[in-house]
T-cell receptor, first 114, second 111 residues
Framework: DAMVIQNPRYQVTQFGKPVTLSCSQTLNHNVMYWYQQKSSQAPKLLFHYYDKDFNNEADTPDNFQSRRPNTSFCFLDIRSPGLGDAAMYLC?????????????FGPGTRLTVT | SQQGEEDPQALSIQEGENATMNCSYKTSINNLQWYRQNSGRGLVHLIL?????REKHSGRLRVTLDTSKKSSSLLITASRAADTASYFC???????????FGKGTRLSVIA
């Protein structure tokens, strides 16, 4: 089945130690998104790629970076994780960004910072 | 901000009852979507309603949209324990901007 896959599902890192979360998709969608979701809160968009075009949300900290080496894969790099970065990180895809699109989400990676 | 606001924040009902959740937003939209999120999982798309539509059905789901009031409601009929989840509305402002999600309603259906 076509899907969005995130690895790992659970990640523990130390304060200040760089960490990379990965996302892959078999849907061949043009757009990939990274969201941060803290407990009982709305998913917050960090950035998205439309093909190779990178779009950073204005309030996304510089500590967060992303790479999309090809259509199928997208990575979230947290250069120096702080305790406040502990959250669920959700990857999503959509076919396009016209007004009828829906997003397909992966299962998420829960990041713990110790 | 165009962020949707769901109401209520939490809802607890008995199996078989209907559940109604509301979403209000601030700016003109192209469409409004509802998503479900089971605990510790990703979001699953439920239904999309366009700004020129007033009502849409999908199985036990009924969504209404009132653009004059900038509000939408999601009705789940004959609820089941498996409907226990958080439900989010998401809107995109005119101009093909990314979706913005509300804070969600946590629904508990008690068997």
């Amino acid at each position: 089945d076509a899907m969005v896959i995130q690895n790992p599902r659970y990640q523990v890192t130390q304060f200040g130690k760089p960490v990379t979360l990965s996302c892959s998709q078999t849907l061949n969608h043009n757009v990939m998104y990274w969201y941060q979701q803290k407990s009982s809160q709305a998913p917050k968009l960090l950035f998205h790629y439309y093909d190779k075009d990178f779009n950073n949300e204005a309030d996304t900290p510089d500590n967060f970076q992303s790479r999309r080496p090809n259509t199928s894969f997208c990575f979230l790099d947290i250069r120096s994780p702080g305790l406040g970065d502990a959250a669920m990180y959700l990857c999503a895809t959509s076919r396009s960004m016209d007004w009828t699109y829906e997003q397909y989400f992966g299962p998420g990676t829960r990041l713990t910072v110790t | 901000s165009q962020q949707g606001e769901e109401d209520p924040q939490a809802l607890s009902i008995q199996e078989g009852e209907n559940a109604t959740m509301n979403c209000s937003y601030k700016t003109s939209i192209n469409n409004l979507q509802w998503y479900r999120q089971n605990s510790g999982r990703g979001l699953v798309h439920l239904i999309l309603i366009r700004s020129n539509e007033r009502e849409k059905h999908s199985g036990r789901l009924r969504v209404t949209l009132d653009t004059s009031k900038k509000s939408s409601s999601l009705l789940i009929t004959a609820s089941r324990a498996a409907d226990t989840a958080s439900y989010f509305c998401a809107t995109d402002a005119e101009g093909n901007t990314p979706l913005v999600f509300g804070k969600g309603t946590r629904l508990s259906v008690i068997a």
